[in-house]
């Protein structure tokens, strides 16, 4: 790895890597500026998975690895709509959901810099994921949740040793509080920090690795704060300028229909490129993507405008319907998942017959929800 | 693969591998006759996983393989007692157990004779993999199981589509209602049919060549009907036909203190090696490995014998220690796992400077069950 910086995405005002920050003074998202290397030749005599790409992640000490076996996941044929799509089974990371990639890499990070105490807020899998590999790491971890969080996931960040604290209001009320309590505890968010979609990069490094070093055609996924996506765009960018890949794969962002601003700010002609201030979201089953105001919401724009990609939404009984099947097929996912692969079949409706490979993922594991 | 056979455990009796049958005419159990064959350099070319040794395994056809994606699971340092232990991630499956290894090979070749109805007992980990894969097989699954078996995982198995049948009495009462079944249905019995554990075997493949083609020097399993134990020692005895390993781990068995059939027959001196008929088990938390009459006892023991190894009780008082332990440092398991990691302790108390290697396994994830 080169010399690596914080940057702001809003002024540009740089900070060395190892500032305990989670956004720039100006109030605006940072992203890591930084030449990453790939030594192919290495990654094969290395377990795989995310941490076999070491030389491509932006941390300094292989010592300050905090990682509790992060599987290559399996890319798995699956026919939908007729066709056959390529699934990435993010599903079987250790807490059942891709998250762990981006949280393994940030509390990597956090470790190196020395600190010990985390607050982090989310009501489900970023929460969950955050406890483990903090508890991994030996650190505190406080994770802040809305009242009326789904319970499967609040057990699941409690079994783990983090103190969980519910918060009056919705959400956003408990990222608020969480901002609240950043003077004394690092604010560990998933959704503000850029150590995490660079753990989440290495989605496109494995899928590229799978498949030969070729980039699928077109690459659907879920969207909500957009850090998978964000991951996935960055990762095969840099796969470009190493030289491995010649192209970048159409991104195709799936939100749910309930609660889709990402969708909505693209295909709208609001030359703001801003959510329109009445945007009201309604609940949706697919509770992992339903981000009603998403931090990096120009950034995730940006690269699916440079992917060549789009948005599709979802109805609530797309999700159902899909998420059915997908269980009688025998893949246990969350429903969140399920809007995924909803996204793939409408993608498949629109265009009939795309050239090239078609790659997807299962986001989260169904063990995490008892299905209706 | 060369030509194989089903052989009798006790009259030797050979049969067909395409024989649907689940146990000889006489009553005892079948094993697998035949010489695996091994290509390391094909290894490297193929996804990682179990289905990467396909050789080694006993299935015609490609075109039969019936996968939900099975990862290498990874093999994570963990200090236990002080001393290093390499953990192997068997909960990362697809299903959340290391019981996906045997029912992928299982329904592959159930597949592969063309069996379409299968019925299975079980109230857990088997039974939800079974529904898993009969899913993705297209088969049609019926699941007995004894009343009051534990919910969470019976949501599992009826989320994919299965048939899940309640019998009254106890766990033997459900596989005495599955013998009275397998007329019209085919008895797809993880206890009985030797291809889960031909399945199994490959964790003591992938375990070998994650430590460079060299075994360990212990290996620490959970034992309950033994499936898991037999197939590691087979998977290394076939290795070392092969030449790639020179010996064989020893194999240490943990069972729970209050379901310990294994150890009492191991330990004792009577020359039958059966049960004593007035073998009573108490409940444990470690359900998965509550079997009190393992089918395949006799098979176990030589094993174990064979390996020079040894059999280890853990009461439920060590397990829930070390279960809320093993939490509380990011690995989210469900409480059989924890029986093992017991298992280890004692070992490393017994034994406390053990030479090399010592590996174990994580068997089942924590999402399965709500930790108490």
């Known amino acids: 790895m080169n010399v690596a910086h914080l940057v702001c995405l809003d002024c540009q005002r740089e900070y060395s890597l190892d500032d305990p920050r989670w956004r720039c003074d100006c109030g605006g998202p940072l992203?890591?500026?930084?030449?990453?290397?790939?030594?192919?030749?290495n990654i094969w005599e290395r377990p795989p998975g995310m941490w076999s790409y070491r030389e491509a992640l932006p941390l300094k000490a292989d010592a300050q690895m905090v990682s509790l076996g992060e599987p290559l996941t399996p890319l798995v044929?699956?026919?939908?709509?007729?066709?056959?799509?390529?699934?990435?089974?993010?599903?079987?990371?250790?807490?059942?959901?891709?998250?762990?990639?981006?949280v393994s890499l940030l509390i990597s990070h956090l470790k190196s810099i020395g600190i010990t105490d985390i607050v982090e807020d989310s009501?489900?899998?970023?929460?969950?994921?955050?406890?483990?590999?903090?508890?991994?790491?030996?650190?505190?971890?406080?994770?802040?949740?809305?009242?009326?969080?789904?319970?499967?996931?609040?057990t699941q960040i409690r079994a783990?040793?983090?103190?969980?604290?519910?918060?009056?209001?919705?959400?956003?009320?408990?990222?608020?509080?969480?901002?609240?309590?950043?003077?004394?505890?690092?604010?560990?968010?998933?959704?503000?920090?850029?150590?995490?979609?660079?753990?989440?990069k290495t989605i496109a490094f494995e899928i590229c690795q799978q498949l030969g070093w070729r980039p699928p055609e077109v690459l659907i996924l879920p969207v909500g704060g957009g850090s998978l996506l964000l991951g996935a765009h960055i990762g095969f960018k840099e796969l470009k300028q190493a030289g491995f890949i010649s192209r970048l794969p159409r991104i195709i962002g799936v939100q749910a229909e309930n609660c889709n601003p990402l969708a909505r700010i693209f295909n709208s002609?609001?030359?703001?490129?801003?959510?329109?201030?009445?945007?009201?979201?309604l609940p949706t089953i697919a509770e992992g993507i339903a981000v009603s105001r998403p931090i990096r919401h120009r950034q995730v724009i940006a690269a699916v405008k440079e992917s060549k990609g789009?948005?599709?939404?979802?109805?609530?009984?797309?999700?159902?319907?899909?998420?059915?099947?997908?269980?009688?097929?025998?893949?246990?996912?969350?429903?969140?998942?399920?809007?995924t692969i909803a996204g793939v079949e409408s993608f498949i409706r629109l265009y009939p017959?795309?050239?090239?490979?078609?790659?997807?993922?299962?986001?989260?594991?169904?063990?995490?929800v008892q299905p209706v």
């Open 310 to 339: 789009a948005f599709i939404s979802v109805s609530e009984a797309e999700i159902q319907g899909t998420y059915k099947n997908l269980l009688h097929r025998g893949f246990y996912v969350e429903p969140t998942a399920a809007a």
């Open 269 to 281: 002609t609001d030359p703001t490129g801003d959510l329109p201030a009445d945007f009201l979201p």
């Open 123 to 154: 009501s489900g899998n970023a929460g969950a994921s955050m406890a483990a590999y903090a508890a991994r790491a030996g650190m505190r971890c406080r994770i802040l949740v809305p009242e009326g969080a789904s319970a499967g996931k609040l």
């Open 353 to 368: 017959d795309p050239r090239g490979v078609i790659a997807s993922v299962l986001s989260g594991h169904g063990l995490k």
């Open 31 to 41: 992203d890591i500026r930084y030449f990453p290397v790939f030594d192919i030749s």
């Open 160 to 200: 783990m040793g983090a103190k969980l604290q519910s918060v009056r209001g919705n959400r956003q009320a408990a990222a608020d509080a969480a901002v609240q309590l950043a003077d004394s505890l690092f604010y560990a968010s998933h959704a503000w920090s850029p150590f995490f979609y660079h753990g989440t």
């Open 77 to 102: 044929p699956l026919k939908i709509s007729g066709r056959e799509v390529l699934m990435k089974q993010e599903q079987l990371f250790p807490t059942g959901s891709y998250k762990d990639r981006g």
